[in-house]
C-alpha cells in the first residue's frame, strides 16, 4: 500500500494562494496516478485534479482549471498543489489520493491521505 501524508492546509483571505503537499510512501508504480479530491460541508467528496506519474500528464475539475496548478517532484515523491485566486467555494478538506484511475469521469482510489483543512475567507 502507498501510505500519503499532507500537509500545507489553513486559512487564507479571498484571492489568496495556498500550496498543499503530498508526500508518497511504500509502494510505487509508474502507471499510477496521484491528485486530490475535495468535500466541502454537506457536499460529496468531488475530483480537484491529478497527475499521471509516467509522463506528467495532467486533469482538472473546470471549476479549478485556470487557479489550481499541480506537480510533481519525483525525487522526492510528492505532490503538489498550487492553489491562486482562491474563492471561498473552495473551502473543504482536501485529500491526496493515489490510483490507477484519478480523472473527472471516474477514479479508482488505492490510497487515501488523512486530509487537510482549506478555508478560503470573503
Known amino acids: 500500500q502507498v501510505q500519503l501524508v499532507e500537509s500545507g492546509g489553513g486559512l487564507v483571505q479571498a484571492g489568496g494562494s495556498l500550496r498543499l503537499s503530498c508526500a508518497a510512501s511504500?509502494?510505487?508504480?509508474?502507471?499510477?496516478?496521484m491528485g486530490w479530491f475535495r468535500q466541502a460541508p454537506g457536499k460529496e467528496r468531488e475530483f480537484v485534479t491529478s497527475?499521471?506519474?509516467?509522463?506528467?500528464?495532467?486533469y482538472y475539475a473546470d471549476s479549478v482549471k485556470g487557479r489550481f496548478t499541480i506537480s510533481r517532484d519525483s525525487a522526492k515523491n510528492t505532490v503538489y498543489l498550487q492553489m491562486n485566486s482562491l474563492k471561498p467555494e473552495d473551502t473543504a478538506v482536501y485529500y491526496c489520493?493515489?490510483?490507477?484511475?484519478?480523472?473527472?469521469?471516474?477514479?479508482?482510489?488505492?490510497?487515501w491521505g488523512q486530509g487537510t483543512q482549506v478555508t478560503v475567507s470573503s
Open positions: 497527475i499521471r506519474w509516467s509522463d506528467g500528464s495532467t
Open positions: 511504500g509502494r510505487t508504480l509508474s502507471s499510477y496516478a
Open positions: 489520493a493515489a490510483g490507477f484511475i484519478l480523472l473527472p469521469g471516474g477514479s479508482s482510489v488505492k490510497s
